[in-house]
T-cell receptor, first 114, second 108 residues
Framework: KAGVTQTPRYLIKTRGQQVTLSCSPISGHRSVSWYQQTPGQGLQFLFEYFSETQRNKGNFPGRFSGRQFSNSRSEMNVSTLELGDSALYLC?????????????FGPGTRLTVT | GQQLNQSPQSMFIQEGEDVSMNCTSS?????WLWYKQDPGEGPVLLIA?????ELTSNGRLTAQFGITRKDSFLNISASIPSDVGIYFCAGLRTALIFGKGTTLSVSS
């Protein structure tokens, strides 16, 4: 079974631009969560989508948004990029069913904002 | 916000030694997960724990869900060079909260 895939793997953007990252979950998984990983703050939860609906949201500004499609694939968007948005963005998929909370991560997208 | 205190921050051990690391919180969690992350990769799930007091093994790895539900422990027995990496604990309430990680170095 194929794992979680994320595209692109690396991205360089300029301050003020916007960016869209993509995540394809493991087949059969309906929940996709997004995380930001930085050396200073570690892994921080952005949001979770389940059946095309945002089920949970972390403490990030509104510049960070996401969506999920009917095939469970998900995208996250960051608008008006700031230097501090440079990070590894990870998505994780899970079945999303009650009682099974195991999340499986993709390799991440390394975003550099200059 | 909620925080998990993971310790130690780093460990330098010899091949063949056993390793212990732990995670504590002031809040109760219903699920504990342990992950390992290699450079340039996403975290890989090692062990999932769902019940207080539960002890679960995965090869040379053993993890325990503390009976207070506020802590969890991970042990690695007979370490080998490929155990090198960063180990993260994560507790679940409405979302996963991660510890800061334990960086493990193994010398052969």
């Amino acid at each position: 079974k194929a794992g979680v895939t994320q595209t692109p793997r690396y991205l360089i953007k300029t301050r003020g631009q916007q960016v869209t990252l993509s995540c394809s979950p493991i087949s059969g998984h309906r929940s996709v969560s997004w995380y930001q990983q930085t050396p200073g703050q570690g892994l921080q939860f952005l949001f979770e989508y389940f059946s095309e609906t945002q089920r949970n949201k972390g403490n990030f500004p509104g510049r960070f948004s996401g969506r999920q499609f009917s095939n469970s694939r998900s995208e996250m968007n960051v608008s008006t990029l700031e230097l501090g948005d440079s990070a590894l963005y990870l998505c994780a998929s899970s079945l999303g069913a009650s009682g099974n909370y195991e999340q499986y991560f993709g390799p991440g997208t390394r975003l550099t904002v200059t | 916000g909620q925080q998990l205190n993971q310790s130690p921050q780093s460990m330098f051990i010899q091949e063949g030694e056993d390793v212990s690391m732990n995670c504590t919180s002031s809040s109760i969690f219903n699920t504990w997960l342990w992950y390992k992350q290699d450079p340039g990769e996403g975290p890989v799930l090692l062990i999932a724990l769902y019940k207080a007091g539960e002890l679960t093994s995965n090869g040379r790895l053993t993890a325990q869900f503390g009976i207070t539900r506020k802590d969890s422990f991970l042990n690695i027995s007979a370490s080998i060079p490929s155990d090198v990496g960063i180990y993260f604990c994560a507790g679940l309430r409405t979302a996963l909260i991660f510890g800061k990680g334990t960086t493990l170095s193994v010398s052969s």
